[in-house]
T-cell receptor, first 113, second 117 residues
Framework: AQSVAQPEDQVNVAEGNPLTVKCTYSVSGNPYLFWYVQYPNRGLQFLLKYITGDNLVKGSYGFEAEFNKSQTSFHLKKPSALVSDSALYFCAVRDSGNNDMRFGAGTRLTVKP | GAVVSQHPSRVICKSGTSVKIECRSLDFQATTMFWYRQFPKQSLMLMATSNEGSKATYEQGVEKDKFLINHASLTLSTLTVTSAHPEDSSFYIC?????????????FGPGTRLTVL
């Protein structure tokens, strides 16, 4: 069965600085990897996904993530953080066998002005 | 991307009553729908997976008689919380997977906040 780990409960960065939110995964087959963002009392907003192809994936709002097969990681990055990026971020994985999606525990990102 | 709606967005009910939450795929056909539950400051936990026309498959620890799932059409799934209790208060999120194609993308609804008094 697939699983996801987000090792950091909380990430704090200053506005304008680069940010990284970490994610590692475990699947039996080839991974489909996703990042979602959630604002208070709202559903999930899709940021980006990796299915195949280039390891560097660019998504919404200036976010990107790099698939690293050897390290089984899919860290989310942004070169310059905004205060409005403050939210809860979830990494998720499905294996290519089309099973259900599993979520990490979430990382709360706080960007301070 | 495709749109998934949920109704109601918020519901408050008394303990012992039943609550139905609807999940609709508005512009695509979803052969598979998923129901997740999210407690405050926690991640989404998969409750069950439903395929159109079939019985839902529940995750371990989820009571199928308490959380009734019906996936009667390719655009509608319902979750009924029967005899709700305060511990059922949570944020319920549905997700729908489009049929066909090499990769079946999964789309999420906006969630339903259930509060049981």
């Amino acid at each position: 069965a697939q699983s996801v780990a987000q090792p950091e409960d909380q990430v704090n960065v200053a506005e304008g600085n680069p940010l990284t939110v970490k994610c590692t995964y475990s699947v039996s087959g080839n991974p489909y990897l996703f990042w979602y963002v959630q604002y208070p009392n709202r559903g999930l907003q899709f940021l980006l996904k990796y299915i195949t192809g280039d390891n560097l994936v660019k998504g919404s709002y200036g976010f990107e993530a790099e698939f690293n097969k050897s390290q089984t990681s899919f860290h989310l990055k942004k070169p310059s953080a905004l205060v409005s990026d403050s939210a809860l971020y979830f990494c998720a994985v499905r294996d290519s066998g089309n099973n259900d999606m599993r979520f990490g525990a979430g990382t709360r990102l706080t960007v301070k002005p | 991307g495709a749109v998934v709606s949920q109704h109601p967005s918020r519901v408050i009910c008394k303990s012992g009553t039943s609550v139905k939450i609807e999940c609709r795929s508005l512009d695509f056909q979803a052969t598979t729908m998923f129901w997740y539950r999210q407690f405050p400051k926690q991640s989404l936990m998969l409750m069950a997976t439903s395929n159109e026309g079939s019985k839902a498959t529940y995750e371990q620890g989820v009571e199928k008689d308490k959380f009734l799932i019906n996936h009667a059409s390719l655009t509608l799934s319902t979750l009924t919380v029967t005899s709700a209790h305060p511990e059922d208060s949570s944020f319920y999120i549905c997700s729908a997977r489009a049929s066909g194609g090499a990769y079946n993308e999964q789309f999420f609804g906006p969630g339903t906040r259930l509060t049981v008094l």
